[in-house]
């Protein structure tokens, strides 16, 4: 993946497992939250979103859940499978301002 | 797919030099994001264009240059280019460049500068 730089924090996770990806955000006035994947060679591809009126949101197979209080965001992969291995990062926005901003990435492999 | 194309894949050129990429939206899509990623920088926000007009700016050097035309396809310009231009570049899309709206992205442009 390109974004591979030395402080990039790693996760490996055995195939069939559940993964976990945290993210912390920076921003108490940021309302809105993305998780994005970005295979090898690829662009980030959005995986599931979720605004701050909301502690959970389900998607297929993900999960992202937010605390508010703690300005922490996590991403759970059930049943991680091998095309789950990717650089996961989050991103947050607010209303008045136009731009996400993206966290550096957790690269997660899973182990077959 | 994310219905987002950039062109070209890969470019590479030399320093002093001068490339446009190109991107096209979404269909739908209004508005245009182009960010560069290096391998110690992550994701940067450059520009935001929404249906024509510049809505937002990041970290864009003087040197780099976009705009966004009336068939919401848009160029990022650099000129005058230097080694630490190589990076990838991405375009992304959105219905309105609202900030609670997601991105969808392209598979970028890798840039190289020799």
């Given at each position: 993946?390109?974004?591979v730089?030395l402080?990039l ?6 195939e069939?497992?559940n993964?976990?990806?945290n993210?912390?955000?920076s ?9 994005y994947?970005?295979e ?32 922490h ?13 990717a650089?996961y990062?989050c991103a ?7 731009k996400?901003?993206f ?8 182990i077959p | 797919?994310s ?5 070209p ?5 030399a320093t002093g ?10 269909s739908?899509d209004?508005?245009?994001?182009w960010y560069?990623?290096s391998?110690?920088q992550?994701?940067?926000f450059?520009i935001?264009?929404?249906?024509g007009?510049e809505?937002a ?9 976009a705009?966004q ?9 650099l ?6 231009d190589s990076a990838?570049y991405?375009?992304?899309s959105?219905?309105?460049g ?9 598979d970028?442009t890798?840039l190289s500068?020799?």
């Open positions: 993946g390109e974004n730089g402080h924090p790693t996760l490996s996770v055995q069939g497992d993964s976990i990806i993210c912390a955000y921003n108490s006035a940021s309302d809105y939250f993305i998780w994947k970005q090898s060679g690829k662009g980030p591809q959005f995986i599931i979103d979720i605004r701050s009126n909301m502690d959970k949101r389900q998607g297929q197979r993900v999960t992202v859940l937010l605390n508010k209080t703690v300005k965001l996590s991403l759970q992969i059930a049943a991680t499978q091998p095309g789950d291995s650089v990062f947050e926005g607010f209303f008045g301002n136009e996400l901003t966290g550096t990435g957790t690269r997660l492999t899973i | 797919d219905g987002v194309t950039q062109t894949k890969h470019l590479i050129t030099q001068r490339v446009t990429l190109r991107c096209s939206p979404r739908g209004l508005s245009v994001y560069q990623q391998l110690d992550g994701l940067q450059l935001q264009y929404y249906n007009e809505r700016k990041g970290n864009i050097l003087e040197r780099f240059s705009q035309f009336p068939d919401l396809h848009s160029e990022l310009n000129s005058s280019l230097e080694l630490g990838l991405f375009c992304a959105s219905v309105t609202a900030s609670n709206q997601p991105q969808h992205f392209g970028g890798r500068i020799l």
